[in-house]
């Protein structure tokens, strides 16, 4: 039996519909599907300055995961790694839900492998492995804590600047020294001299004054033997 067109077109009008609503349905589906990719792995310091891998989940399907954290012992292609923590992600959500991994050390380059299980729909590896860079957590916590101690003043009592008065050095330094003269000797030395404040000049004048008066003393008693030889 032919449709008439009017039918004919309400069927196509129909079928159109009802595959455009299934590709819906598929898209949503498809987008709230968990998948390896809702997942990072990032390390960092955390609040108390320790050293994690900070996993975060972006599944919109709410689809709990268990994260596995394992150490590479030796090359990163290798099969030999120890596992060091396990967390469970119960609720995750669009916007992100995150938890901590704690490694057993922190060590720069060292490599750690992070597993994902999530129902039947992931079981698989965050890729890239994460590798921890070359920062230290906790180091800017004990400079600060060393800078801050080091411009604290110090309480202990600082030594007197003046003196004790019963040290041996301060009472030598304050004894009076004498000074030294810088007036020259007399000339010749003699210590004599020096106290009766003659010299070797007044003793020859006092001799030629004592020759001159025992020279006229004679001349006077000559003339008056010769004047009393006239008188007579």
């Known amino acids: 039996m032919s449709l008439s067109p009017r039918a004919a077109r309400a069927v196509r009008v129909i079928g159109?519909?009802?595959a455009a609503a299934a590709l819906s349905l598929a898209a949503a589906h498809t987008a709230l599907a968990c998948s390896i990719g809702d997942f990072t792995a990032v390390p960092l310091c955390d609040a108390q300055d320790h050293g994690v891998i900070r996993v975060t989940d972006k599944d919109a399907s709410g689809t709990p995961a268990t994260i596995e954290l394992?150490?590479?012992?030796?090359?990163?292609?290798?099969?030999?790694?120890?596992?060091v923590d396990t967390?469970?992600?119960?609720?995750?959500?669009?916007?992100?839900?995150?938890?901590?991994?704690?490694?057993?050390?922190w060590y720069a380059g060292e490599t750690f492998r992070v597993h994902v299980k999530a129902g039947?729909?992931?079981?698989?590896?965050?890729?890239?492995?994460?590798?921890?860079?070359?920062?230290t957590c906790g180091a800017a916590t004990s400079a600060s804590a060393s800078a801050s101690a080091s411009a604290q003043p110090s309480t202990?009592?600082?030594p007197?600047?003046?003196?004790s008065a019963s040290s041996p050095s301060s009472t030598e330094s304050s004894s009076p020294v004498p000074a030294v003269s810088s007036a020259p000797s007399p000339a010749g030395g003699g210590t004599h001299l020096a106290e009766?404040?003659?010299?070797?000049?007044?003793?020859?004048?006092?001799?030629?004054?004592?020759?001159?008066?025992?020279?006229?003393?004679?001349?006077v008693v000559a003339l008056r033997r010769r004047a009393g030889r006239g008188s007579r």
Not at 122 to 133: F, G, N, R, S
Not at 160 to 163: A, D, E, K, L
Not at 205 to 213: E, K, Q, R, S
Request: aromatic share 2%; charged share 20%.
């Open 70 to 83: 394992y150490l590479q012992l030796t090359m990163a292609d290798s099969h030999e790694e120890r596992l």
């Open 160 to 163: 007197s600047s003046s003196p």
């Open 16 to 18: 159109t519909s009802t």
């Open 120 to 135: 039947d729909k992931v079981d698989d590896d965050i890729t890239p492995m994460v590798v921890i860079p070359d920062v």
């Open 196 to 219: 009766t404040g003659a010299g070797n000049g007044t003793v020859a004048f006092a001799g030629t004054a004592a020759a001159l008066v025992a020279a006229g003393g004679g001349i």
């Open 87 to 105: 967390e469970t992600i119960a609720h995750p959500t669009a916007e992100g839900v995150s938890v901590d991994l704690k490694p057993l050390d």
């Open 156 to 158: 202990s009592p600082e």
